[in-house]
């Protein structure tokens, strides 16, 4: 028997999670922010290809078989997803079956934790099963604010982009009118079963208009959905207290591992918004502009004229596509905002400017920490009535998140909670739930809000 050394194992971890071409297969996308998903989905199929949002957390039990409970969660619950969905695409097909027509989408992220590890970690999982080292991973990553080469034609590469980025502010904007709806709605359930009918929709709706120029048929279709929402609401229902949810983006995004959070808070009467899927995308263009930005300076300073050229153009690409971004996400805000006022989303550079502030933390540090303090220090400086974090048990950024805002939100007299999940049901939670929520209400009395 051939020894399998070190060296075979980084060469199989390259060659089977990369940036493949996706052109024939079915892109299997893993579930987070449940409606952001099947758009993204939507959009995939737009341009031809055959895509899919696994079925999620039915797996976690296999996903836990295969790991070793040192792992972040997010990673055992969407290891969970893939090898449930390939065991019943097995056991479905019969003979059919053949691993080699799947591409399963892990993304990752550079810096110091452990997102970047979670598609190898899989990669070596899947080649344990037979046959499923023929499933190929395909990774973008926040190491280049998550372009596609590779993965889309050249030639189709920039309106998927443009497509792609609008259906994930288009998720963004259906969550923010579910949390901004529901706790007002005319009867119970009417708000889920609209929600659920408007992902519909609107996944039809990108998988028609995405590969189209203008893009005008997705937003009149959103405008519908919007101004029927509205009349959910009962004006007599007065305005609640108003909850800042800041965290991890996984586990803040995914109803089941969060068990559904946001549901509780409203259960015990608050009006939550949760940070956007939007924000971390933003967050990467923004970092390359800055790291391009000082490699820039520090290239002039040595006058290296090739190093110069190629930093000046990475800081025009990144600027242009983050001009861009915002230019889109405004777009779309304030077309919404015509008709109902759903919370708009922060700018980095504003985030980044509150840190500086009082030296609190740096972007230098990077991870989410840096977007998770800065947001609950303004939702803070605005009047929100409470912040809650929520993330994996163990995450380190969410940890450093905690003991940084934890005592700036007491000092600042807002009510607030971390809350962290890795699967099980503590019988306690929903209490301290309930006893932030007092506690928001206190404030809310007092205070206001926003
Ligand atoms: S952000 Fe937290 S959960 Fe996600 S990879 Fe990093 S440490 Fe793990």
Known sequence: MKKVTKLDTFRVISEGVGR???????????????????LLAGVFNGFGINSKVMETYEGLDLGKEFTSGKECFPCVVTLGDILLFMKKERERLGNGFNPENYMYFMPESDGPCRFGMYNKYHRIVLDSFPGLDRVKIATLSSEDAYALDGLIPKEQMQDFRKAAYLSMVVGDILDRLLWRIRPYEREEGTTDKFIDDAMGLMTESFSKHSSEKNLSGIFNDLVVIVEEGKEIIDPNIPQKPLIGVVGEIYV????????????????????????????WVNYTTYDQVRLAKIALKLNLKRFRLKE???????????????FYQYMQQ??????????????????????????????????EVGTEACLSISSALEYGRRGYNGVVNIFPFTCMPSNITSSIAKPLMAKLNIPYIDISYDGSFQPGREAAIRTFMYQAYQHFKIQGRP
């Open 20 to 38: 493949f071409n996706v052109q024939g297969k079915t892109f299997l996308i893993p579930e987070m922010n449940r409606i952001g998903s099947h």
């Open 252 to 279: 803040r995004s995914h109803l089941k591992s969060n068990q559904d959070t946001i549901r509780t808070l409203e259960k015990y009467g608050a009006e939550a918004i949760n940070a956007s899927i939007a924000e």
């Open 308 to 322: 110069i050229k190629e930093s000046l153009l990475k800081y025009l690409k990144y600027n242009l596509t983050l």
């Open 330 to 363: 405004r777009k779309v805000y304030r077309i919404v905002r015509n008709y109902i006022n759903i919370e708009e989303d922060h700018k980095i550079g504003h985030l980044e400017k509150v840190l500086k502030k009082n030296n609190t933390f740096s972007f």
